[in-house]
Structures are given as C-alpha cells and as structure tokens.
C-alpha cells in the first residue's frame, strides 16, 4: 500500500478523506495559514472558542469550527477544502480533503494525530481551494478556540506575509516562493 492510501486509511476515523497532497508550488505554505492569528479584529479575522467546563464541548467544538468554516468559505460545495499534514519526512504539506456525513476532528480527529496531537486538543491549519479563507483550530487547558478570516488576497497584512515568502525568504526554497508569487497573482518566474 502506498504513502497515500496509508495516511487516507488513518484519516477515516476522523470522518475525513485525503484526496491528494498537494505539492509545494501548488499552493502558499501551510505556516501561512496560522498567520491570521496576528491579524486585528478589524481587518476580517473572527474568532470563537469553547471552554471545557461547558457541557459537550467536543460537539460544541465541532460545530463551531465547522459552522465557521462554512461562513468565511473555507469548505466548498463539495465539502472539500486543504488541511495541513505531516507528510512522510514530517514537513507540513497540504492536504485535498473531503468531510464525510459524519466526522469528529475534536476528539477522534485530535485522537488521530490529524487535527492535533492528543485526544481533545485540537491544533489544525485549513486553507480554501482557491486560498482566499483560512481556519486555525487551537488548544489549551481552558478552551478550544478558533480564528478564521476571508478574503484574504484582500488583507494587506496577508498580501506583505506572501511578498516577504516570494521575495525575502530564499532559505525556504524555490518552491515557497513560487507558490506565494502564484498566490499573490503575480508570475512565480519574473
């Protein structure tokens, strides 16, 4: 069985299908996504969270990343979007996936090391198809919270954390600097 078809079995569980693994000039670098977390309220950066002192707060967990997600456009009508993972020489890539009817990325997900790292502590990246909304998932002892934005390309913030990757950032690679070229709607070869 391939790379491919032994991490989408893992993600099963979680109610989540890996499509593909997108390669590195497909698409701006995952640690861009987390980048909403600097962003001012004002500028289109929204956040929730949940406490774990309030009753089901895995299913309150999951409805709120997801009604979030479907708000800011993150999850498409197909039900796909990207999500950060560990590929097999533990880098982040991104990863085409589809939710199932049913899925938990809360505890199974967490469980999984999918969507974090221990069962009930979410930490996850998710970008759009077209990159434009992003979602962040986080965890600590008190809560699980959330940050999201959309329409990101529009973010002057986001648009000089791309330009510092396409043009500031050699020690990242090539690869970084064509996808956040590409990303900014410039030509990833001049």
């Not at 890539?93 to 997900?109: H, M, N, P, T, Y």
């Not at 600590?140 to 000089?160: Q, V």
Request: proline residues 4%; aromatic residues 8%.
């Amino acid at each position: 069985m391939g790379s491919l078809q032994k991490m989408a079995k893992m993600f099963t569980p979680a109610g989540v299908s890996l499509l593909e693994l997108l390669a590195p000039r497909e698409m701006i670098r995952p640690a861009f996504a987390w980048e909403i977390n600097s962003l001012p309220s004002g500028v289109g950066r929204v956040d929730t969270g949940v406490l774990r002192t309030e009753k089901g707060y895995i299913s309150r967990g999951n409805a709120a990343w997801f009604a979030m997600a479907n708000d800011l456009h993150v999850i498409n009508e197909q039900r796909e979007f990207l999500m950060a993972i560990e590929d097999d020489s533990g880098d982040l890539c991104w990863g085409r996936v589809s939710l199932a009817k049913e899925w938990d990325f809360i505890e199974a997900g967490s469980g999984l090391g999918i969507t974090g790292f221990r069962k009930g502590f979410p930490s996850f990246a998710l970008l759009s198809i077209d990159g434009n909304s992003a979602l962040v998932g986080h965890s600590d002892d008190n809560s699980i919270s959330f940050t999201g934005a959309g329409n990101l390309k529009e973010i002057p913030e986001m648009r000089e954390s791309a330009a510092r990757l396409a043009f500031n950032s050699p020690h990242l690679g090539n690869d970084v600097a064509f996808s956040a070229k590409v990303w900014l709607g410039l030509d990833p070869l001049g």
